[in-house]
């Protein structure tokens, strides 16, 4: 049995549990995992369910291409499987649900409460971001619903970071020439064609089986700036490889707890054009995603887990189970050595929840600085970045920064689902607004077609609402034309957001629709 000859799928079917050895195929591959059962991220038992069969199905969606090589040893690369000689899969074979699925038109079963079965609008129906969530809800597998819709604990600070948007108000100006308005921006001194920018958003292929290079491929069309996120089902590579020419690129960077590795996708990055690297500082440990978490309780285990007597680690969900390796002792003295390896790019820190923080990030000779707190998938009652969004901006200027001689950019992220929303952020001093569920479900839903649809429905709203209120260009949108007299008040009424938020739920109670 040569790598040259190939490895007989009947040879891969009698290493199925770990007392005969646990092989596996991905992308038409064969893999050694026995040694790595305990050391993998997500537990052993997924391997084990496929153990001796093709994994691919169950990969892809949540592992970069590359990942399976980087982390085995060379020895444990049998060889590419010989075509066509895997036994099928037993029926008693506990595979989950498929991950990445073509998105029907119609569902098979009618919705809870005996309503019509739901049937999938076309493309030019949808008017709004709030609509692509809608059908997401309703079209979407569970298992990537559930990982890309979860927010930490109770979900009190996701809910808020929409809401927030709802107490700020405007002060129309009118009377003012506005037969033309100009939306365009410039991010880190990069144009685009409005003051947003897809910000890094995971496992792409959850959603749809193309993953992120379709966001990629619809950035480019729209001249709008992608962020690309560490935890992506695409490789690095293959996003950069979507780009059209002269697009511009950010990496969202998780600290790896091996420098070497972190040093070695900075040095790729620059070497590959990326034009920043906004690295993510709130996540020493991913918050509890319960809604993701419930999703490993389905399925029963497969035969080979239960004679093994492995411990089933059901309740981690997909966002833990891919975040083992993150730093969580980076610390502010860690930041030279960061910035010396990113050479002549950008650095911004994402997930400065404070005005504190956004101080010693100006101070420590950072570019920017992102409000977030990670969607609400980190620390519940994190303040909603809007909030606090108003201090950040007067107190840095008060430090001298944000001045022509010391320019430091603030962005925000989180909750935004309207132009007036970004609107609002732009009249309190931020650059751009970074917007990530709304396009993963717009890419969930439509692909890279939805994509697209989403940011002409955001070209409509700017065009629209910059001419309400009264600003020609972007530079027009000052602090005086919005009231936050009811910013740090509560929220209250049914809004088109709550109509889509899906509930938590105690155990065992499903939700209805």
């Excluded at 010989?82 to 036994?87: C, K």
């Excluded at 690309?228 to 490889?241: K, R, Y």
């Excluded at 309207?418 to 650059?431: M, N, S």
Aim: glycine share 8%; with cysteine.
């Amino acid at each position: 049995m040569t790598a040259q000859k190939g490895v007989h799928g009947e040879e891969v079917a009698k290493h199925n549990s770990r007392e005969k050895g646990v092989w596996i195929v991905v992308h038409g591959k064969v893999y050694d995992v026995t040694d790595f059962l305990d050391e993998h991220p997500g537990g052993a038992e997924i391997i084990l369910r496929y153990a001796g069969m093709d994994a691919t199905e169950e990969y892809e969606p949540i592992h970069p291409p590359d990942a399976i090589i980087d982390n085995l040893d060379p020895s444990k690369h049998l060889g590419p499987l010989i075509p066509s000689t895997l036994p099928p899969a037993p029926v008693s074979a506990s595979a989950p649900p498929p991950t990445s699925v073509a998105i029907p038109q119609k569902t098979n079963s009618p919705l809870a409460g005996g309503e019509e079965e739901y049937v999938k609008p076309p493309i030019d129906e949808i008017l709004s971001l709030h609509d692509f969530e809608a059908v997401a809800r309703r079209t979407m597998a569970k298992r990537g619903w559930n990982y890309y819709s979860s927010g930490d604990d109770d979900e009190i600070t996701m809910r808020e970071n929409h809401n927030a948007y709802h107490r700020v108000w405007f002060r129309p100006r009118i009377l003012r020439n506005v037969g033309s308005v100009d939306f365009s921006s410039s991010i880190l001194g990069h144009k685009t064609s409005m003051p947003v920018y897809i910000t890094a958003t995971a496992l792409g292929k959850l959603g749809h089986p193309e993953g992120e290079v379709t966001l990629t491929r619809a950035a480019g069309k729209h001249n709008i700036i992608q962020m690309i996120p560490t935890l992506a089902s695409c490789s690095f590579d293959e996003m950069v490889d979507a780009a059209i020419p002269n697009q511009i690129q950010f990496l969202q960077l998780y600290v790896n707890s091996d420098r070497s590795r972190t040093k070695k996708i900075i040095k790729h990055a620059a070497e590959r054009g990326v034009k920043a690297l906004f690295i993510t500082v709130d996540a020493p440990q991913l918050g509890r995603r319960e809604k993701d978490m419930r999703t490993k309780f389905e399925g029963n285990a497969s035969s080979q887990q239960t004679q093994g007597g492995d411990n089933f680690k059901r309740d981690q969900g997909a966002a833990r189970a891919i975040s083992s390796f993150i730093d969580p002792t980076l610390n502010w003295k860690d930041l030279a050595e960061l910035k010396e390896a990113a050479g002549e790019m950008k650095i911004v820190l994402k997930g400065v929840q404070s005005w504190e923080d956004a101080v010693m990030a100006a101070e420590a000779g950072c570019d920017g600085v992102v409000l977030s707190n990670h969607g609400g998938r980190q620390l519940d009652f994190a303040p909603s970045p809007l909030t606090i969004l108003p201090q950040v901006v007067t107190i840095l200027k008060s430090r001298g920064f944000m001045t022509p001689k010391a320019p430091f950019e603030v962005f925000i992220d989180g909750g935004v689902r309207r132009a007036t929303d970004v609107l609002k952020a732009i009249a309190l001093g931020a650059t751009a607004v970074g917007i990530g569920r709304p396009m993963i479900y717009a890419m969930s839903t439509y692909g890279e077609q939805g994509v697209s649809r989403a940011f002409e429905i955001l070209k409509d709203e700017f065009e629209m609402n910059m001419r309400l209120i009264g600003a020609p260009t972007l530079s027009d949108v000052v602090p005086n034309m919005v009231d936050v007299s009811a910013l740090n008040s509560a929220s209250s009424g049914i809004t088109m957001y709550e109509e889509n938020y899906e509930r938590m739920l105690p155990v065992g109670v499903k939700a209805k629709l």
